[in-house]
C-alpha cells in the first residue's frame, strides 16, 4: 500500500480532489519524470473484474468485489495508484464501472464523463469486456465509445491513444476469429461520429491504435490467468519508447504539469452538456411533447379564424383582437395538457412553456401591426379633436387637453381603440414603446402646428410691417434730403412698434416661454430693419439713375416745372451746379445705412471731393494731393452699413457727369443757336453808316426803277439758292464744313433751279388750281429732303419761315 500510494482522484459526486493529487504527485515524486511517464486507464461493465485486472498486471492495491458478498459496485469515481516495478514511471486509473444498477438508467453523465476523462489523459486504455459480449451493443460499450468520440473531438485535440481490448473469460472461439468482429465495430463507430470539417477524411488509425488480448478465467483458470497477465505486464515495460505499447506521444504534458491539465480537462468535461444525456423515460416525454406541442402550433397556424385575423389586422385595426386570440390560445394550450397530460410532469411543463412561447411569437408581428394601427387611428383622432378644439380655445390649453384626454383613452379606455381591448390574457408584452410612440407623436403634431400657426401670424405682422414700410421707404429715399434718414427712422419705430405690439398680443394664447417669445419679436424688429435695408439696398443700385432724372428734372425744368426754352437769357452754369448738387445729395444719402443716430461726414467728403474740386479757385494743395475718395470705407461708417464704397461713389460721379455733359453741351448749343437767329440784322451804327454812305446809291435806284426789277430778280434767285442749298444749316456745323459742302452742292442746286424754271415754261398757263397745290407743298424737314415752290416766268416766288427754330431742352422736345 505504501508503494502504489492509491488515491481517489475523481469522487462518486464528480468532484476533484485536488489536495490528494497534489500530495500524490510528491508521494511518488512525479515532478522529476519530465516527460517519462505513461498513464494507463481501464474502462468497462460493473464487476467485470478491471480492478483485479489491474492489481496483477500492474502490482497495485484496488479495491477489489468481494464475490461472496454478492455482485455490487466496488469502484465510486476514478482512482490513482502508482505500477510497481515498471518503468517508466506508470500511473494506473481505475474507472467506476457502466452500466451500474447503482446509478440506474437516468444516470449515464458520469460513466460518459468518465470515459472522455480518461481517453483526453491516457496514453494506454484497457477496455475491459466479457468474451460472450462481444457483438453485443450495450455490452460491448458501443453508445459510450460513440458519445465519448463524438465530444472528444470536437472538444480537445486528439493524440494518438492505444486502445486495448481485454477479452475476459475467453471461450473456445480463436482470438484471430474475435479480433476482426471488435476492429469492425470500432471502425463502423468511428465512421458514424461527426467529425469536425479538417478530420472529415482522417482514418481511425490517425488517433488509436487498436490493440487485442484475450485472458482466460480467472476464477476457472487461475494459473494461466496469471501466466497470461504476466506476459502482458511484459509489454508495459518502456511502454514509452519507439514502438512501445504507448505509441506517440504528441501533445504530452511534462509530468510537473499533469495535476493543473488534469483539473482543466474534467473541467471542460463537466461543463459540456452534450455528455448529460437524460433518461430513457425523459428522452420519451422530451420527444413526444415536443412532436405533440409542433402539431399544436400547425392546427394554430392552419385554423382559419386565426388566418383570417392574421390577414385582417394586417390592413385595419380589428376591434376584440385580444378577447379572441386570447380565446384560441387557451384552446390551444388546452389541447397539448390532455394529450400530454402522462408525461413526465417537469418535460410537459417545459415543453408547454415553449409551446406558449412559440404560439406567442405567431401572434407578435400580428398583436404589433394592432398596435401601429391603434397609434395611427388613436393620432388621426387626436388631430381631429385638436384642430376643432383650436376653433373654441386658445393653443396651448387645447393641446395641453386634447393630449391627455387622448393618451388616457389609449392607455386605460374602454372603447374599441385601446389597449385594454388588445390586451392578450397569456401574456403581458410591454407596450410602454408603443405609448411612447404615440406621445412622441402626438408632440410632435402638436409642435408642427405650432409651429405651422406661429409661422403664420409672424409672416402676416411680417407682410403688415413689410407693406407699412416698403413704399414710404422708397419714396423717402427718392426725396433724398438731410431729412431723410431720420424719417425713415421715426417711420421705422413707429410702425414696427405697431408691430411688435400685434404679435405679443396674437402669441398670448401659445403660451410661449419667455424667452421663445422675446426671439419672436426680435425677429419681427429684425425684419423691419432689413425691409428697410433691403429697399436701401435696391435703390442703392439704381441710383445712377436716380441721379440723372434728379439732374435733368431740375437742368430742363424751370421753377414751376416747366420746360426750359434757352432764349439766351439762362445762366447755365448755375443751373448746372443747382442740379448737380442735388444729384450729389441723392449719392450721399444713398452712400450708407443710417439707422442709427451716428454721424457721418459722407456728404461734406463727396461735396469736396467732387463738387467744389471743379472750381477754378480751388488752389489748396492738401486738396489735389490727397484724394477723399481713394478709399473702401466711409469714415465712422461700418462695413455692413455701407450700400456704395467712396470710391465707387466716384466711378459713379464719373459716369452721371460723362452721360449728363451731353444735355448740359445741347444746352449751350441750343442757347448759341437762338443768339444767332435773332441777330440777322446789322447794329445800329451800321445801319445809320449805310443810310449815310448809300444815300447817293438809293437816289440812283429811285431815279431808274429798272434797277429795282434787276435788284428784286437777283433776290429771288439768292433766296432760292439758300432754301434749295440749306446754307444757314450747314453753317451750324462749322464755317470750314459749310463750305466745303456748299461748294459741292452750288452747281447742281444752280441746274435743278434752271430745269424747274424750264419745265414751268413749258406747261400751259391754264393750270392755276395744279400751281396753287405746288404752292401750298410742305417745306423741307430736318431729315435733308429739300423742296421750293417756284411759281411760272419772272413771277415765280420762293416762300420760308423768317422766325429761327426755337430751342428748348431734350426733356421739353
Known sequence: ???????????????????????????????????????????????????????????????????????????????????????????????????????????????????????????IVLINMWCHDIGRE??????????????????????????????????????????????????????????????????????????????????????????QVSDLRDRFQHSIAPGGLAGDRRGVVPASGFSFSSQQFWKVIKENKDLD????????????????????????????????????????YCPGFGKKISSLLDRCLSEYDMEAIYFDEGVRSSKRQQLESKLLQLVNPAYQSLMGHLRTKTLEAFKESFDKALEKEGFAAAARDCTQTFLEKFDKGSEAYSLTDAAIQQVNW????????????????????????????????????TKALAEPVEALLDSASEDTWPAIRKLLERETKAAVIGLESAVTSFELDEATEKELLMKLEKHGKSVVESKAKEEAGRVLIRMKDRFSTLFSRDADSMPRVWTGKEDIKAITKTARSASMKLLSTMAAIRLEEDGDNIENTLSLALVDAGRPGTTDRSIQLSDPLASSSWERVPEEKTLITPVQCK???????????????????????????????????????????????????????????????????????????????????????????????????????????????????????????????????????????????????????????????????
Open 1 to 123: 500500500m505504501d508503494a502504489c500510494f492509491s488515491t481517489q482522484l475523481i469522487d462518486g459526486d464528480g468532484v476533484f480532489n485536488v489536495s490528494g493529487l497534489e500530495h500524490f504527485m510528491k508521494e511518488v515524486r512525479l515532478g522529476e519524470c519530465g516527460l517519462s511517464y505513461a498513464v494507463v486507464s481501464i474502462m468497462g461493465p460493473q464487476s467485470s473484474g478491471k480492478s483485479t485486472l489491474l492489481n496483477h498486471l500492474f502490482g497495485t492495491n484496488f479495491r477489489e468485489m468481494d464475490a461472496f458478498r454478492g455482485r455490487s459496485q466496488t469502484t465510486k469515481g476514478i482512482w490513482l495508484a502508482k505500477a510497481q516495478n515498471i518503468e517508466p514511471c506508470t500511473l494506473v486509473m481505475d474507472l467506476e464501472g457502466t452500466d451500474g444498477r447503482e446509478r440506474g438508467e437516468d444516470d449515464t453523465a458520469f460513466e460518459k464523463q468518465s470515459a472522455l476523462f480518461a481517453l483526453a489523459v491516457s496514453d
Open 277 to 316: 444525456l437524460p433518461a430513457h423515460k425523459v428522452m420519451v416525454a422530451t420527444v413526444r411533447c415536443e412532436e405533440i406541442g409542433n402539431e399544436k402550433v400547425a392546427s394554430f397556424t392552419a385554423d382559419e379564424e386565426w388566418q383570417q385575423f392574421e390577414e385582417a389586422v394586417q390592413h385595419d
Open 430 to 465: 410591454d407596450t410602454s414603446k408603443v405609448k411612447d410612440k404615440l406621445k412622441r407623436d402626438i408632440e410632435a403634431h402638436v409642435a408642427s402646428v405650432r409651429a405651422t400657426k406661429l409661422s403664420e401670424v409672424c409672416a402676416k405682422y411680417e407682410a403688415q410691417l
Open 651 to 813: 466711378n459713379l460721379w464719373r459716369q452721371f457727369k460723362a452721360e449728363t455733359e451731353y444735355t448740359v453741351t445741347q444746352a449751350i448749343a441750343a442757347q448759341e443757336a437762338n443768339k444767332r437767329n435773332n441777330n440777322w440784322l446789322p447794329p445800329p451804327w451800321a445801319l445809320a453808316a449805310m443810310a449815310i454812305l448809300g444815300f447817293n446809291e438809293f437816289m440812283t435806284l429811285l431815279r431808274n426803277p429798272l434797277y429795282l426789277l434787276v435788284i428784286f430778280v437777283v433776290y429771288l434767285v439768292g433766296k432760292a439758292i439758300w432754301v434749295q442749298s440749306e446754307i444757314g444749316r450747314e453753317f451750324q456745323h462749322g464755317f470750314l464744313p459749310a463750305i466745303l459742302s456748299l461748294s459741292t452742292k452750288f452747281v447742281p442746286t444752280i441746274m435743278n433751279i434752271l430745269k424747274r424754271l424750264a419745265d414751268e415754261g413749258q406747261r400751259p398757263a391754264a393750270a392755276p388750281e395744279r400751281q396753287r397745290e405746288m404752292e401750298l407743298q410742305p417745306k423741307s424737314t430736318r431729315n435733308g429732303s429739300s423742296y421750293s415752290n417756284v411759281t411760272s416766268a419772272g413771277s415765280s416766288s420762293v416762300t420760308t419761315s423768317e422766325i429761327g427754330p426755337e430751342y428748348s431742352s431734350p426733356v421739353a422736345q
Open 138 to 227: 450495450q455490452a460491448a460499450n458501443k453508445p459510450l465509445l460513440k458519445t465519448v468520440f463524438q465530444v472528444m473531438m470536437r472538444l480537445f485535440s486528439p493524440r494518438k491513444t492505444t486502445l486495448l481490448f481485454v477479452i475476459r473469460d475467453k471461450s473456445r472461439t480463436p482470438l484471430e476469429n474475435l479480433e476482426p468482429i471488435l476492429r469492425e465495430d470500432i471502425q463502423k463507430i468511428w465512421d458514424s461520429v461527426p467529425k469536425p470539417h479538417a478530420h472529415k477524411e482522417t482514418p481511425l488509425s490517425e488517433f488509436f491504435d487498436v490493440q487485442v488480448v484475450a485472458l482466460s478465467s480467472y476464477e476457472e483458470k487461475e494459473e494461466l490467468f496469471k501466466q
